[in-house]
C-alpha cells in the first residue's frame, strides 16, 4: 500500500543552494537487493554508484562478488545442487516405468561442481553487465561509511577513495555463524557446502531452519548417510505444525536420521573423522559437519557507531523505519543487513520500493503480508498466508481448516 511521505532531497525537488555531491546514491554490497535499487534509482535518473568486494564463491570480511549471497553461494548453487540430488530418486523409480538401466550409474560431484561454478561466474558477470548497461558506476572494494554523506572504498591493493552522496544505502546482506561449541573451527557453513572438493559420506548437519533441511536433503540424494540434528521436536520453527511433521517424516522417508531436541556439544578431529558429540550423549563420527544455524547481518566493519547509525542490539541489524531509512536520515538500509524478512525476492521488493520511494517521487513501504516461501528440501515445502497456528491467534471467531492429501500418480507405479 502506497503512503506519501516528504523525504527531503528527493531528486526532483530544487537543488538550489545545496551542497555538490559525488553521486545521488552510493550503494554498498552489490547482492539481489542493492543491484534492484541501484538500477531502479538509475532508472529514475540519479546518478548511482556501487561498490562490492571482489568475487569468491566463499565470502569473508574481503571478498564476497557482485550478485550477493542468492546468486554466488546460495539460492542459485543451491537449487543447482537439488536438481543434482533429484536423479537418483528418478533413476530409481525409472526401473518400474521399463527402464533398464544396466549399467552402473555413478554420480560424479565434481562434474557438477564444475557446472555450478560455470554458472554463478556466468551471473556475476550478467550482474554486473546489469550494473553497467543501467549506467551505474562499479566500484571494487570494501565501503565504509565516513559520514552522513561520505563513503571510502578500499581496494584490493589497500588504495582508499572517498566518494560523497546525498543519499547512502546499506545493503551488504549477511553472513552464516558458527555455533560457539569446542572444535566449532571443524565445522563449515553453507559457503563451504556448495564447493567441497570431494561428496562427503558421512554428513553431519546442525539446525532445523531452511538450509539444514535443504542440505541434508542434497546430500542424502546423493547418497551420503546424513544425520540432522535440530533443537526443537519438529524442524522448521515458525511453519505451520502438520507442515513440519510432513517434512519431518518425508526427510526419514528418504533415509535422512533425524535427531529431534538434540544439539551439538563439541567437535573433535580424529583419523577417522570429525568427532561429534551431543548433549544427549550420543557419539558419530562425520567427513563434513554443516553449522546451519542462522546468519548475522554484516555491520562489523561498515563504521556504523562511529556515524551514529543504530543497529539492533541483539542481531547487530540496521535498524530502518517502514520506509527502510535509518535514524541518519542520508542512510538507507535493505535486504538482511536490516533482518526483516531474510528472502531475496523480499530484497528486491525492498529495493524496488526504496528507489520508488527516494528517486521516483511516490514514497511506499514494503508490505510484508502473505509473502510465498518455498523450502527446497527434496520433496519441496512451498507455503503462502497464515499457518493454522496463526490464524488461530488472529482470529477473533471460528478458523474452518480444509486439508488434503493425495498419493502423486507418478508414485503409485514407480512405489
Ligand atoms: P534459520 O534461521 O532458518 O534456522 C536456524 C536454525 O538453527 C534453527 O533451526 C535454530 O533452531 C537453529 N539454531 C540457531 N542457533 C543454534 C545453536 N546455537 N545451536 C543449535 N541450533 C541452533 O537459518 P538458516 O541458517 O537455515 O537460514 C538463514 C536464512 O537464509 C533464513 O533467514 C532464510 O530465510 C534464508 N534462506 C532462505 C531459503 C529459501 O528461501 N529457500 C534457503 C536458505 C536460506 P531453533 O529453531 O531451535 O531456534
Same mark, same amino acid.
Given at each position: 500500500m502506497a503512503r506519501k511521505m516528504l523525504i527531503d532531497g528527493e531528486v526532483n525537488n530544487s537543488t538550489q543552494g545545496e551542497p555538490h555531491y559525488d553521486f545521488d546514491l552510493f550503494v554498498i554490497g552489490a547482492g539481489s537487493g542493492g543491484v534492484r535499487a541501484s538500477r531502479f534509482s538509475a532508472q529514475s535518473g540519479a546518478k548511482v554508484a556501487i561498490c562490492e568486494l571482489p568475487f569468491h564463491p566463499i565470502s569473508t570480511e574481503v571478498v564476497g562478488g557482485v550478485g550477493g549471497t542468492c546468486v554466488i553461494r546460495g539460492c542459485v548453487p543451491k537449487k543447482i545442487l537439488v536438481y543434482g540430488a533429484s536423479y537418483g530418486p528418478e533413476l530409481e523409480d525409472a526401473k518400474n516405468y521399463g527402464w533398464e538401466l544396466s549399467e552402473n550409474i555413478n554420480f560424479n560431484w565434481k562434474k557438477l561442481l564444475q557446472k555450478k561454478t560455470e554458472e554463478i561466474v556466468r551471473l556475476n558477470g550478467i550482474y554486473k553487465r546489469l550494473l553497467s548497461n543501467a549506467g551505474v558506476k562499479f566500484y571494487e572494494g570494501e565501503g565504509k561509511i565516513v559520514g552522513p554523506h561520505e563513503v571510502e572504498v578500499v581496494q584490493v591493493d589497500g588504495t582508499k577513495i572517498s566518494y560523497t552522496a546525498k543519499h547512502i544505502l546499506i545493503s551488504t546482506g549477511s553472513r552464516a555463524q558458527h555455533p560457539n561449541?569446542?572444535?566449532?573451527? =571443524?565445522g563449515i557453513t553453507s559457503d563451504e557446502a556448495l564447493s567441497l572438493e570431494e561428496l562427503p559420506k558421512r554428513a553431519v548437519v546442525l539446525g532445523g531452519g531452511y538450509i539444514a533441511v535443504e542440505f541434508a536433503s542434497i546430500w542424502r540424494g546423493m547418497g551420503a548417510t546424513v544425520d540432522l540434528f535440530f *533443537?526443537?521436536? =519438529?524442524?522448521? *520453527?515458525?511453519? +505451520?505444525n502438520e507442515m513440519r511433521a510432513i517434512v519431518s517424516r518425508n526427510l526419514e522417508g528418504r533415509g535422512i536420521n533425524l535427531h529431534p531436541g538434540t544439539n551439538l556439544t563439541s567437535l573433535t578431529n580424529t583419523e577417522d573423522g570429525i568427532r561429534v558429540l551431543t548433549d544427549h550423549g550420543e557419539e558419530i563420527v562425520a567427513d563434513v559437519v554443516l553449522f546451519a544455524t542462522g546468519r548475522a547481518p554484516n %555491520?562489523? *566493519?561498515?563504521n556504523l557507531k562511529a556515524v551514529g547509525v543504530e543497529l +539492533?542490539? *541483539? %542481531?547487530?541489524a540496521v535498524k530502518v523505519d517502514a520506509y527502510s531509512r535509518t535514524n541518519i536520515p542520508s542512510i538507507w538500509a535493505i535486504g538482511d543487513v536490516t533482518n526483516r524478512m531474510n528472502l531475496t525476492p523480499v530484497a528486491l521488493m525492498e529495493g524496488s520500493l526504496f528507489a520508488k520511494t527516494v528517486f521516483g517521487g511516490q514514497p511506499t513501504a514494503p508490505d510484508y503480508d502473505h509473502i510465498p516461501c518455498a523450502v527446497f528440501c527434496i520433496p519441496p515445502l512451498s507455503v503462502v498466508g497464515l499457518s493454522e497456528e496463526q490464524a488461530v491467534e488472529q482470529a477473533t471467531g471460528d478458523v474452518l481448516i480444509y486439508n488434503s492429501t493425495f498419493t502423486p500418480m507418478k508414485n503409485t507405479i514407480s512405489g
Open positions: 561449541i569446542p572444535g566449532q573451527e =571443524l *533443537r526443537k521436536e =519438529l524442524p522448521l *520453527r515458525g511453519f +505451520d %555491520t562489523k *566493519r561498515l +539492533d542490539e *541483539r %542481531t547487530g
